[in-house]
């Protein structure tokens, strides 16, 4: 019966002992599984990372692009339709003809003889200049001078333009 407990006993050894070493394997795969595991999310996570990245660069130059070609457009429409508007409704055109001298001369002809010279249309437009296409006929220019004289500086740069664009 001795004989028969110490051999109970030594299997019941055997087992636990074995028992112990398959969990201690078991953990070490576990272990080892979960650091793959986080290995390769870390690579996903990285790579997505990556790609939002570029992604977000892409839509970045894009809405550069965007904003600059929406400033241009800008600048452009207020460039011809602010001055030739400004020119209709401040009642230039009452005297001015594009191509032809009425009242006054005509559009072209002042674009002549202020070509290059945007400055002093400008400042004759503020009153500080003096008339060079037909001083003669000043005196009926004058008055509208009043007009334009209040124009903001970005207004007599359209108006400028404008009348400068007539060829
Ligand atoms: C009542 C008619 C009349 C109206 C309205 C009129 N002009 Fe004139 N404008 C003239 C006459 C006439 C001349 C020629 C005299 C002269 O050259 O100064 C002239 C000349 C000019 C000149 C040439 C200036 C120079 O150096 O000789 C410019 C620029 C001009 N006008 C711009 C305008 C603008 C801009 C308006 C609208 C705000 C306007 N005019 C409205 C009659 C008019």
Do not use: R, W
């Not at 690579?43 to 660069?57: F, L, Q, S, V, Y």
């Not at 009926?140 to 108006?159: C, F, G, H, I, R």
């Amino acid at each position: 019966m001795k004989k028969l407990g110490l051999l109970l006993l030594a299997m019941m050894m055997i087992s636990l002992s074995s028992c112990g070493g398959d969990n201690a394997k078991k953990a070490k795969e576990g272990a080892e599984q979960a650091v793959e595991a986080t290995k390769g999310a870390a690579k996903e996570a990285t790579e997505k990372a990556e790609e939002a990245t570029e992604k977000a660069a892409d839509a970045a130059d894009k809405a550069e692009e965007a904003a600059e070609k929406t400033a241009d457009n800008a600048k452009e429409a207020a460039a011809d339709v602010d001055g030739k508007a400004l020119f209709t409704s401040n009642g230039c055109i009452a005297c001015h003809q594009m191509d032809k001298k009425t009242v006054g001369p005509a559009v072209k002809e002042i674009a002549a003889a202020y070509a290059g010279k945007k400055d002093d249309l400008i400042k004759f437009l503020k009153g500080e200049g003096k008339s060079i296409v037909d001083p003669a006929q000043f005196a009926v220019m004058q008055p509208n001078l009043n007009t334009t004289k209040n124009l903001s500086d970005a207004e007599l740069s359209a108006l400028a333009d404008y009348i400068l664009s007539a060829k």
